[in-house]
T-cell receptor, first 111, second 114 residues
């Protein structure tokens, strides 16, 4: 039962262009959404989050958009840099204390 | 300074053996977690402890037993290892139990059961 889905296992973009990573969720009780970034042989690190009372949150080159009616969120990275190449995990949380993660999307930014 | 550390980083063992993975955090957090990332790449919560008390216990076989001797440590002991236990196990910590709090992850322990 995949409550958080990242349907694109990989994405390749050119340096300087925009990267858009997508995530869908099914549980309407989720009210907090996060993106984590993971490099090989390291643990995930927190990148950006958004509460369900907002539809957009921005932090430098990273912006997360939330569409509650569609149960969809996306992470925009602009401009993309080679150092952004990593696996990006979408995660959702609610009042039951635990985070539910997607399978991740491997982003490759080509110089 | 490593915030969340795990030992060992790699663990290769035979089916039926018992093994432990250790986790330590120096962030002063009161909540620690164990996650499993299997071959399908999902990161799934297994256990969570807050102030040494178990607060999340997902549907995990009884062969897995977490132990938290103090707030800074959460170890995972696995009995009678099976092939399906092969995965990467991540420890994490946060301040507070809420899923709204940022979790800090260790580098992972890759367990291979032969």
């Amino acid at each position: 039962d995949q409550q958080v889905k990242q349907n694109s296992p990989s994405l390749s973009v050119q340096e300087g262009r925009i990267s858009i990573l997508n995530c869908d969720y099914t549980n309407s009780m989720f009210d907090y959404f996060l993106w984590y970034k993971k490099y090989p042989a390291e643990g995930p690190t927190f990148l950006i989050s958004i509460s369900s009372i907002k539809d957009k949150n921005e932090d430098g080159r990273f912006t997360v958009f939330l569409n509650k009616s569609a149960k969809h969120l996306s992470l925009h990275i602009v401009p993309s840099q080679p150092g952004d190449s990593a696996v990006y995990f979408c995660a959702s949380g609610g009042s039951n204390y635990k985070l539910t993660f997607g399978k991740g999307t491997l982003l490759t930014v080509n110089p | 300074d490593t915030a969340v550390s795990q030992t060992p980083k790699y663990l290769v063992t035979q089916m039926g053996n018992d093994k432990s993975i250790k986790c330590e955090q120096n962030l002063g957090h009161d909540t620690m977690y164990w996650y499993k990332q299997d071959s399908k790449k999902f990161l799934k919560i297994m256990f969570s402890y807050n102030n040494k008390e178990l607060i999340i216990n997902e549907t995990v076989p009884n062969r897995f037993s977490p132990k938290s001797p103090d707030k800074a440590h959460l170890n995972l002991h696995i009995n009678s290892l099976e092939l399906g236990d092969s995965a990467v196990y991540f420890c994490a910590s946060s301040q507070g139990v809420s899923s709204y709090n940022e979790q800090f992850f260790g580098p992972g322990t890759r367990l291979t059961v032969l």
